[in-house]
């Protein structure tokens, strides 16, 4: 059965597409009647860019896999050089997925819109080039932009898995993650939830040169929930912003998250994180921080990325 791209795990992020397409006519006359307004069929110009408007927004109504999303701006512009007019056609959201078949499409319906406007005085015209010049946004924008050597510790923090009465999935999600954003595993344990070894843990892998320690489990609000208040103490600075998108991202798949207490701060030049103990809520705050997360590393040791 055929089923939509799932992009529910993404998210928005301003992305902005530019296609083209060229209209080429087969005598000056016809561009001379366009650029004094004396086509029989009205404006061409206008009308075209009234029908791209149009069509851009029936993008996902015509291509099936294409996602409704809001069209937060379109523009269109036009460049006549000899017989050929470039159709430059220009979209942007704050979505989870591009907009670059949106931009495709704009630009083919003011090009057909053109063609069905100009055919009663050129018989010879003909379209050429629709394609994609440029598009911004989204994970693969960044995918190149972070160091290839950052190393992570994932410790869980469970006091019936370290008992080995349940399997640890929280932990080999969170690994799973890391893996696919290029970061070396360098330990991966399983503690109690006792608040001295989660303490002793973070400082091991801070001292080790360990970049990024990451803790799954305890930040509920039961009575053996104490990894915030073990980390808090050890961190020089919290990081507010990677705990609110966290949250927020959460949230917006259950209205539960607002009760989890996720942490995020630095011990020097290590970033350390704390993560609900759920598999679904461990993974979910992976998928809201990562891979932008990994533009700290650059940030702390001194070498930004713009």
Known sequence: MKKMVDITHKTSTLRTAVAQAIVKVSKPDTITAIQNNMVPKGNVF????????????????I???CHPLPIEY?????EINGLEITVLFTVKTIYKTGVEVEAMHGASVVALNMYDMLKPIDKGIEIHHIKLLHKKGGKSDFKNRFRTDITAAVIVCSDTISAGEKEDKAGKAII???KICAVQIEAYEIIPDELEVIQMKAKQYQ?????????TGGTGLSARDVT???????????????????????????????LSRSVAGTINNTLVLALPGSTNGASESMDAIFPSVLHIFGILRGARHD
Request: hydrophobic content about 35%; glycine content about 8%; cysteine-free.
């Open 46 to 61: 206008a009308m075209s860019k009234a029908a791209g408007l149009l069509g851009v927004k029936r993008t996902p109504d």
């Open 63 to 65: 291509l099936p896999d």
């Open 74 to 78: 379109t523009g269109v512009e036009y």
């Open 176 to 178: 799973e993650k890391l």
């Open 207 to 215: 001292e080790h040169g360990v970049d990024l320690i990451i803790y």
């Open 228 to 258: 915030p208040e073990a980390l808090i103490p050890l961190l020089d600075r919290r990081i507010p912003g990677i705990e609110e998108a966290i949250r927020n991202y959460g949230q917006d798949r259950t209205p539960y998250a607002m």
